[in-house]
């Protein structure tokens, strides 16, 4: 691809369309500034080949016009001097001359429109890199805040997650504050519970002991 084309293909292209295509905008931003940065360097050298070239052509233009000049002047002279095979000779260089001169004439003018073309062109492609610089500031900007906002997010999903651990302690250690409460209050049940059934026993014991010497009796009065 020409230089050329490549920088109407620059200058014509929708960058928000192509960056809305893009599967990685940063990346392909990165690669449009650079493709434009390179494509201004190779026109504004392009553009100085060509003011030297109009330089020069101005300059023989110059020095035609000059030479159509002394033509003249030596016909006149040769007119003075009565030798008019002398002028014809000198009108007829000088009209080479001016052929010449319409010539380069014209190469100038093309010369100038090709500087106004690669002027505008320029200009143009400028607007598109300040453009382009713009929208990858924009894009830096923009992923420094997705950023931020993601990490004070993550922040205070944290102190909430954080908060809710927190409150789930504080509710179990209630919980076992309220079960060694009422553990406390069974302790010693145990032992006076046992002490009481081996005193309760001993009542039985008498008392199945009256009831077996009142058989025993009863049946000894029986015999």
Same mark, same amino acid.
């Given at each position: 691809?020409?230089?050329?084309?490549?920088?109407t293909d620059i200058i014509n292209s929708n960058l928000t369309a192509l960056l809305d295509k893009a599967e990685d905008p940063q990346k392909m931003i990165r690669m449009m500034i650079q493709e434009m940065e390179e494509t201004l360097v190779e026109v504004r050298s392009s553009s100085a080949r060509v003011i030297a070239d109009r330089k020069t052509t101005g300059r023989r233009l110059d020095r035609m016009r000059q030479e159509s000049s002394e033509w003249e002047k030596k016909a006149m002279l040769a007119i003075e001097?009565?030798?008019? !095979? @002398?002028?014809?000779?000198? %009108?007829?260089?000088?009209?080479?001359?001016?052929?010449?001169? !319409? @010539?380069?004439?014209?190469? %100038?003018?093309?010369?100038?429109?090709?500087?106004?073309h690669l002027n505008e062109e320029v200009g143009q492609l400028q607007t598109k890199l300040t453009d382009a610089k713009a929208k990858q500031k924009a894009m830096v900007m923009r992923q420094s805040s997705v950023e931020s906002r993601l990490r004070v997010k993550r922040q205070n999903n944290k102190a909430d997650i954080d908060n809710a651990f927190e409150k789930f302690e504080r509710f179990e250690r209630r919980m076992d504050n309220l079960e060694g409460q009422l553990e406390s209050m069974d302790l010693g049940a145990d032992s006076k519970t046992d002490l009481k059934s081996q005193i309760d026993s001993l009542k039985n014991d008498d008392k199945i002991n009256d009831e077996l010497a009142r058989l025993k009796e009863k049946m000894t009065k029986v015999d």
């Open positions: 691809m020409g230089i050329f084309s490549r920088m001097k009565g030798r008019e !095979d @002398l002028a014809r000779a000198a %009108l007829n260089e000088k009209q080479q001359a001016e052929q010449e001169i !319409d @010539l380069v004439d014209e190469e %100038l003018r093309s010369l100038d429109e090709h500087l106004t």
